[in-house]
């Protein structure tokens, strides 16, 4: 690497907004010919963000990207791929119903005579580069089935297809196994040494210093430091992506801790998660933390019955739940507060007071038809209760801010009475006020006896919140923490993996 | 490290393996249709010797011509996660169109009519595709207003007439009902739109595109596929199609007035799925919907032939339609859970 190059592509400065967030401030990074650069930061610390500008899929709004030195400005992914900059992205962009090779050449299949589609020469092409990256894998069988990993290496065929200058991957290590791992990173150092530039996201310290000549770290929002792998230290990178002092935001009040409630015993959904086992008392907040892809949020969909479980079983009370059965799992005294709460929490059009009341339509309805009167008095009781911000309980919930539309989830499950509740990522988008509320909240509730299982990407959220940790990695748990225990670093590791190796 | 040594003791088997179910599935999907179509016929034949004779035969071929062409254009369509609701409604227009030309003006040479009409039709789908593709409105509200809307446009114009065979050159009506060595020129035009739609989807970029599109509408564009404008086009194929189709309804039937293909579109959509077409899009080909086609127009005339009531007709033809979607599921279902199965084993 050469540190006087030309950067082959540059952010200066580079701001982006979503509406009042900030998503990224001050965005300064330099990709150069022949460089291996890592970026790592938090969950939420707007790596994300910084990927999707470079990538063409949303614009600046302030600042400027440069492409061997010239501004430009991407208004498209084909924009940035003309430019010669491959992404690849953490979810999934490929097309399951087609075969991987017109994956991997999607738009620009090769032709022969009339235009028409070279299909052997498509074959030769792909399945090429697929031994290229060293993997056993059928051009012509379809992507649909395929697991992350096999899916991961489809991406990367995908760029090198093009001899991408610049290569993005976001986090392409998160779901592939160790051998699978030394060849992407194979892969990633011949391009090198062929002159690409190399922008590498991972979570793992340990990879980012066995491949990266250069880090950048970034923390709320903000490119907080630049330096070459040489001069830092694992520990050190670890303090300024964390780099704050944990605030008295959450507060949980002590509260006996009875029974176990909720049980889970060695769930396994393939491919998915393995071997998972833990119990909630009453009580008590467990945290589930890990990094996003660790496969939390599947485990909490298993546990509730929305996905089924190839193996292992959940006991809420002392009794077994049948699988596949989420009207079970809620008569057994069960609640689940979804992450994605405007998918799958509520109905959006509907009005706040039916939203609120939809898990109790059965007890407010009388001979089958559900009076208004006793909804409305249901649904008021709760606003006052959980102190909702709204204008008439008439309106559609679409209405309310984000943290008002959680309280209504909340709500939903609460007029239930659970013995057990399940809440994913409870304050992701939520303003830091209404954050704390949905605290006291969790933690009332934990007061009155519920078991309450948190799954939470923010660090300070879990260590202030819960009684245990329980870290998830690639589909395991790989780590369990007393609250005295958890500090941010044994969670980060545990999160990457790297307490399995200690212990 | 078992799996890696799993993996390199039988590397191309599991994909191998996973490929051969894949193509089996899809081959076992039209083959299917040909099963059907051929037990239909042996049934009818033994019960009504009679429906086997050529007049009958040419009948059928005619019927299902013009729903083949329109299963084509709405293939295109449905392939992208779209539909068109207005094609009964566009081959109404242009039929008239035809017919109302040809009865003033009977020297106008016919491949000029049915260029008119073809571009009548894609005019109306490029209506469809501006509003749907531009206007962000979903397909289905879109070509259900336009469905009312060109039809509305078709009784305005003909203004209660009727276009009649006498009115009609010989020469245009020999299309409808001439052949070509043996073979009705209908079936012709149909086979060749069949074949070249279903090549253009099978050995083109732009067909392989609308696979993309269909299958994941957000993976599409990050990979730098111009969507809007590939659904626009869709649109305005499937709307020239149905032009073409209303020009040989009018040249097949003589008879035209504001309510010709009413309630086409319904039958058309249904041949497409029965033909295999997934209606999320993503999957399927024209030759399937066009067997769809020649399968529900069989099922119509052997009812026919067979004196059974007409509402038995719909009854039989909603039936095949949802064990065509059943089927779908199924095996949509134990194919999904055998890949993942097999992808998990080699992962370990």
């Known amino acids: 690497m050469n540190a006087a190059a030309q950067p082959v592509l540059a952010l200066e400065d580079a701001a982006k907004s979503y509406g009042a967030v900030h998503a990224l401030r001050h965005g300064n990074i330099a990709l150069r010919p022949g460089e291996v650069r890592a970026l790592v930061g938090e969950n939420g610390a707007g790596k994300s963000t910084l990927v999707k500008l470079l990538g063409g899929v949303v614009r600046l709004d302030d600042g400027q990207m440069l492409v061997e030195g010239e501004p430009v400005d991407f208004h498209s992914p084909t924009d940035a791929r003309d430019a010669g900059i491959a992404v690849i992205y953490q979810e999934p962009t490929l097309f399951p119903d087609l075969s991987v090779a017109e994956n991997v050449v999607m738009g620009r299949h090769p032709l022969g005579g009339l235009r028409r589609i070279d299909r052997r020469e498509m074959r030769r092409e792909v399945q090429e580069l697929l031994d290229r990256l060293g993997v056993r894998l059928d051009a012509e069988r379809p992507v649909r089935g395929l697991s992350i990993a096999d899916q991961q290496i489809v991406e990367i065929a995908k760029a090198l297809s093009f001899d991408a200058r610049v290569l993005i991957m976001d986090e392409p290590t998160a779901a592939l196994s160790g051998p699978e791992v030394e060849r992407l990173f194979t892969v990633v150092r011949t391009l090198r040494d062929r002159g690409a530039a190399v922008l590498f996201i991972s979570h793992r310290l340990e990879e980012v210093f066995a491949l990266c000549d250069t880090v950048t770290i970034m923390r709320d929002g903000e490119v907080v430091h630049s330096a070459t792998t040489a001069e830092l230290t694992p520990g050190e990178v670890v303090r300024r992506m964390v780099g704050r002092e944990l605030s008295a935001l959450f507060p949980k009040e002590a509260a006996e801790i009875g029974a176990p409630l909720l049980r889970v015993h060695r769930l396994t959904r393939e491919g998915v998660f393995t071997d998972v086992s833990f119990e909630v008392r009453a009580g008590e907040i467990v945290a589930l933390a890990g990094l996003v892809g660790a496969g939390r949020s599947e485990v909490a969909r298993a546990i509730f019955g929305i996905d089924r479980a190839d193996a292992g079983h959940v006991e809420v009370d002392g009794r077994r739940l049948p699988g596949r059965r989420p009207l079970a799992a809620m008569r057994a005294g069960l609640g689940f507060v979804p992450e994605d709460r405007r998918q799958q929490g509520l109905v959006m059009d509907l009005s706040i007071a039916r939203n609120a009341t939809l898990t109790r339509m059965g007890a407010l309805a009388r001979g089958g038809i559900i009076r208004s009167r006793s909804e409305r008095r249901l649904a008021n009781d709760w606003a006052q209760r959980l102190q909702l911000k709204f204008h008439k309980l008439d309106d559609p919930v679409g209405f309310l801010s984000g943290g008002n539309q959680q309280k209504v989830v909340l709500a939903k499950w609460l007029a239930t009475e659970p013995k057990v509740l399940i809440v994913d990522e409870p304050t992701r988008g939520i303003d830091v006020g209404t954050k704390a509320e949905v605290h006291r909240l969790l933690s009332e509730l934990a007061g009155r006896g519920v078991a309450v299982l948190m799954i939470s990407s923010e660090l300070p959220e879990v260590l202030g919140m819960a009684d245990r940790v329980l870290v998830m990695h690639e589909g395991r748990l790989t780590g369990e923490l007393s609250r005295a225990e958890a500090t941010e670093e044994r969670v980060m590791q545990a999160a990457t993996g790297q307490l399995e190796a200690a212990a | ?348």
């Open chain 2, 1 to 348: 490290m078992s799996a890696v040594d799993a993996t390199a003791a039988d590397p191309t088997a599991t994909g191998g393996e996973a490929r051969r179910l894949t193509e089996w599935v899809f081959r076992v999907r039209e083959l299917g249709i040909v099963g059907a179509f051929v037990l239909l016929m042996v049934f009818t034949a033994v019960m009504e010797p009679r429906f086997v004779n050529a007049d009958s035969l040419r009948n059928l071929a005619l019927n299902a011509a013009i729903f083949a062409i329109l299963a084509a254009g709405q293939t295109l369509v449905i392939i992208t996660r779209n539909v068109d609701l207005s094609v009964g409604s566009v081959l109404g227009l242009a039929a008239f169109m035809a017919g109302d030309l040809l009865s003033a003006h009977p020297g106008l040479a016919i491949p000029a009519v049915i260029v008119l009409g073809m571009a009548l039709g894609a005019a109306c789908g490029a209506l469809n595709g501006v509003l749907v593709t531009f206007g962000q409105v979903p397909a289905l509200v879109v070509t259900l207003g336009t469905l009312y809307a060109f039809r509305g446009v078709a009784f305005l114009w003909t203004d209660g007439r009727q276009v009649n065979a006498e009115t009609l050159p010989d020469a245009f009506l020999n299309l409808g009902t001439g052949s070509i060595l043996g073979v009705p020129t209908l079936a012709v035009i149909a086979l060749v739109v069949v074949v070249v739609v279903g090549q253009a989807l099978r050995d083109f970029r732009v067909g392989r595109e609308l696979y993309a599109i269909g299958s994941n509408p957000e993976g599409a564009r990050l990979a730098g596929v111009r969507s809007g404008r590939r659904v626009f086009w869709a649109f305005v194929a499937s709307g020239a199609l149905a032009g073409l189709a209303g020009v040989l309804f009018t040249a097949r039937f003589g008879t035209v007035d504001a309510t010709a293909g009413s309630g086409y579109e319904l039958t058309v959509i249904s041949a497409t799925v029965v033909g295999g077409v997934a209606i999320f899009g993503g999957t399927g080909s024209v030759y399937g919907a066009a067997l769809g086609a020649l399968l529900l127009n069989t099922i119509t005339s052997s009812l026919i032939v067979l004196k059974v009531d007409a509402f038995w007709q719909q009854a039989a033809i909603g039936a095949l339609l949802l064990l065509a979607i059943a089927f779908d599921r199924l095996v949509g279902l134990r194919l999904d859970a055998a890949l993942r199965r097999r992808s998990a084993l080699r992962a370990g």
